[in-house]
């Protein structure tokens, strides 16, 4: 199983931005996607954004031109990025980060972090 441990999160107005981290104890050859999911109580899980291993990402439609998720690789490490801008009061949730293993598509889920968007 792959560790991943998440930073970034909290409180912040309509309008702003935060971002998330994620770092991977794996190398790039480990890993086949990377993402983001999010759920708010009462809502249906939902997926924010992902990066594959060769780069392409992909983002749920409700975030589309406010987040960017971008990646950095270092030689036993993976570290996801998700840049969330203009922040909405329903983008408020618990985000998950995820890794799915290359060898075996295993998924492995961080431990969360909230944001909350209130004024």
């Known amino acids: 199983q792959v560790q991943l441990v998440e930073s970034g999160g909290g409180l912040v107005q309509p309008g702003g931005s935060l971002r998330l981290s994620c770092a991977a104890s794996?190398?790039?050859?480990?890993?086949?996607?990377m993402g983001w999911y999010r759920q708010a109580p009462g809502k249906e899980r939902e997926l924010v954004a992902r990066?594959?291993?060769?780069?392409?990402?992909?983002?749920g439609d409700s975030v589309k031109g406010r987040f960017t998720i971008s990646r950095d690789n270092a030689k036993n490490t993976v570290t996801v990025y998700l840049q969330m801008n203009s922040l909405k009061p329903e983008d408020t949730a618990g985000y998950f980060c995820y890794a799915d293993r290359s060898a075996d598509g295993l998924r492995s889920w961080g431990q969360g972090t909230q944001v909350t968007v209130s004024s």
């Open positions: 794996v190398s790039i050859l480990g890993i086949s996607a």
């Open positions: 990066i594959t291993g060769g780069g392409h990402t992909n983002y």
